[in-house]
Structures are given as structure tokens and as C-alpha cells.
Nanobody
Framework: QVQLIESGGGLVQAGGSLRLSCAAS????????VGWFRQAPGKEREFAAG???????YYADSVKGRFTISRDNTKNTAYLHLNGLKPEDTAVYYC??????????????????WGQGTQVTVSS
């Protein structure tokens, strides 16, 4: 199985940028679809962005045009570039992976492996 570790979170002012990393170990990440989810206090975990094994990407409407997901198979790492951050982007961000075909990007239950999360806080 694959182990995932997120990093890169922090405190940033509105309009700022961050790059989150999701480093994989145990298996080659290129064989997995990777999704980024986020969970704000008191809210359910929600899908933000995903990238499949072919490199095709998909974004939630709330982040489209501001966030970019990518992967570097040589580093066994996926990334989420966060630009134009807003206070409502404040959340714990999680990466997730699955080797089976996904029926829906949005369903967290479709992903088999999860990282521990990294906190992103956006101040106004």
C-alpha cells in the first residue's frame, strides 16, 4: 500500500499563494489517481482537485482558476498550487490516492489512502 504525507501548509494573507506537496512512499504514485480534499472547522470534507494517472485534471467550481494540481512522477509527489487565496479557503488539506477507477472525483469514500493533512489558514 502507499503512504502519503502532506506538507506546505501555513498562514498566508488573502490573495497569497501556497504550494502543498503530497509525498508518497511504499508504492509508485504514478499508478494512482490523486485527489486533494479539504475540511474546514464544522464542515464536511470536500473535494478540491484531482489528477488521474494520465494527467487529466478536475477541479471543484470553488477553486477552479485559482488552484492547480500537478504531479511529478520522478519525485513520487503530487502538488496543489493555491493562488488567490481567500479566507474561506482556510481548512485542513488532505491528499488521497486510489488505484482503482473512480466513479466520482467528489466522493471521499472512493479513495483508499489518505495523508494526515496540512493546515492552511488565510487571514483577511
Amino acid at each position: 500500500q502507499v503512504q502519503l504525507i502532506e506538507s506546505g501548509g501555513g498562514l498566508v494573507q488573502a490573495g497569497g499563494s501556497l504550494r502543498l506537496s503530497c509525498a508518497a512512499s511504499g508504492r509508485t504514485l504514478s499508478g494512482y489517481t490523486v485527489g486533494w480534499f479539504r475540511q474546514a472547522p464544522g464542515k464536511e470534507r470536500e473535494f478540491a482537485a484531482g489528477i488521474n494517472r494520465s494527467g487529466a485534471t478536475y477541479y471543484a467550481d470553488s477553486v477552479k482558476g485559482r488552484f492547480t494540481i500537478s504531479r511529478d512522477n520522478t519525485k513520487n509527489t503530487a502538488y496543489l498550487h493555491l493562488n488567490g487565496l481567500k479566507p474561506e479557503d482556510t481548512a485542513v488539506y488532505y491528499c488521497a490516492a486510489v488505484s482503482r477507477p473512480l466513479y466520482s472525483w467528489y466522493q471521499a469514500s472512493g479513495y483508499d489512502y489518505w495523508g494526515q493533512g496540512t493546515q492552511v489558514t488565510v487571514s483577511s
